[in-house]
């Protein structure tokens, strides 16, 4: 009776050691999960900001389009009122 006793106690003993080990990997693959996950949102935040600056460029760069092309046509109105008036001066 005292064999099996023993036998029990160190296997007991055994599932113990094994949980604290599991317990250790458990707690390795949290930190890890945490640190990947604060680096995602890291990243995720730097891609944010660079979305918003390449939106911001795409703007400026319509927005200085938009004005170039009705800057175009009011220098050609303003060019032909020009040209007009001098024909109409000449005659």
Do not use: H, P
């Not at 390795?28 to 995720?44: A, G, M, P, R, S």
């Not at 730097?46 to 927005?63: H, N, Y």
């Not at 220098?75 to 020009?82: G, L, V």
């Amino acid at each position: 009776m005292c064999v099996a006793r023993s036998a029990y106690t160190r296997r007991i003993m055994e599932i113990i050691g094994n949980i604290a080990k599991q317990k250790e990997d458990i707690d390795k693959v949290l930190k890890d999960t945490k640190e990947l996950q604060k680096e995602i949102n890291n990243l995720t935040g730097q891609l944010d900001r660079s979305f918003t600056v390449a939106d911001e460029l795409i703007f400026q760069v319509k927005f200085f389009f938009f004005l170039s092309t009705v800057g175009m046509y009011f220098f050609n109105i303003c060019t032909y009122t020009r040209e007009s008036q001098l024909k109409t001066l000449k005659v």
